[in-house]
């Protein structure tokens, strides 16, 4: 892979830890803090808002500075929030860090995904899968250090482990080698039906049905990133400790999916893979929705786990591919609405365990997930039969 495929990794790999540091230590923050579940809501809605800020952002930052100072810069204001986590405990600055947190990740997420997609084009879903098998890694190592630094007993130093990771970052992409090529080796995507939208309103239709798409998985996403502990607690009555498992036993799930899905995407096109991915999705919520032990929810959370991990990046790619003209915008919208998703649901998911407990964030995690899947149905229908438009009006004018 060139270096870039490698640093961009590395970069997806911090923001993996980042994204997952909070939620791990959520219940024992929240503890600490006098506060509730819906403080917790907050923290996630406020890093999610920073994901708005730094969409934007990350088209000025690159216009200003280039790619390299753009990703320096998302590195650098990663590397301080997660650093204020850890030195001060109090509510006001756990809001601001989260805040600033999100700006960071999401200027780097916009940056980075947007320069892979547009200079790796006929190997976008298969390099894209390395670079999201990466964050599912992240957000392995990131419950695992959170669950020995809770069992040290010093459990803010879990938020050194992003920062360390960050700052480093910051100074390799210094000495990164950045530039656009695609040397055509390798694996490439496998063949999907171009899709010919010749009228603006469904272009429009379309592209809000992708962009649904993204906020309603990666507000599914988030609700498993930093509720699950807290549901398994108050569902199953395990410790702290053994709660924070379940989001590396769920990302250690998603790695393995999203090192598979570079291989399924060589084999199945976008669409099936989607609509087979999400009604997995619901199946698994729904059976840990009627579970009663916790060995089996742990199994559940390895399924949970296969089944989404390849859903962001194969929405990512078959949205650039219904629009190739414009891939840079799509590409930040995605982004852009990715935390649209990812503040809007927990928050609501927060808001029903702080005040019905575990069995009701069990049926509305279930009930994103059935969401989830009539969205993936509905954009696959429209664009299946938008790919076969052109084809019927060739043999109708013949």
Known sequence: MPA???LACGLYLMNGMSTVALGSVMPLAVQHLHLTYVFGSDLVFLQFVGYWI???LSSLA????GYRGAIVLSSLLT???SAGLTAWLQPAVYLACSLANGVGMA??????STSLVEWFPSRRAVIMSRTEAAFGLGCVLGPLCASACIAAGAWRANFVWAAAAAAALAVLSIFTPMEARDAHEGPRDAHTDAIHLERRRDRALVLTLFMLCIVVY???????????PAVFMAHFGVPATAASVTVSTFWSAMVVGRMATGWIARKLPYRPYLVLATLGTLITTAAMLMTESAALGYIECVFLGL??????????????????????LVTRLVTFFA???GATLPYAFGWTLARTGGRSADVALAAFAALLFAVVAWTGAVTKRKSGSRVRDVHLAG
């Open 4 to 6: 870039y495929v490698w």
């Open 54 to 56: 730094g969409v934007p």
């Open 62 to 65: 690159v216009r200003r500075l």
């Open 79 to 81: 590397a301080a929030a």
């Open 107 to 112: 200027l780097m997420q916009a940056t980075v």
């Open 218 to 228: 990666v507000g599914v996403e988030s609700c498993v990133n930093n509720f699950l």
């Open 307 to 328: 089944f989404m991990s390849g859903i962001y990046v194969v929405t990512l790619v078959f949205a650039n591919h219904a629009f190739p003209d414009l891939t840079g």
């Open 339 to 341: 935390g649209l998703g």
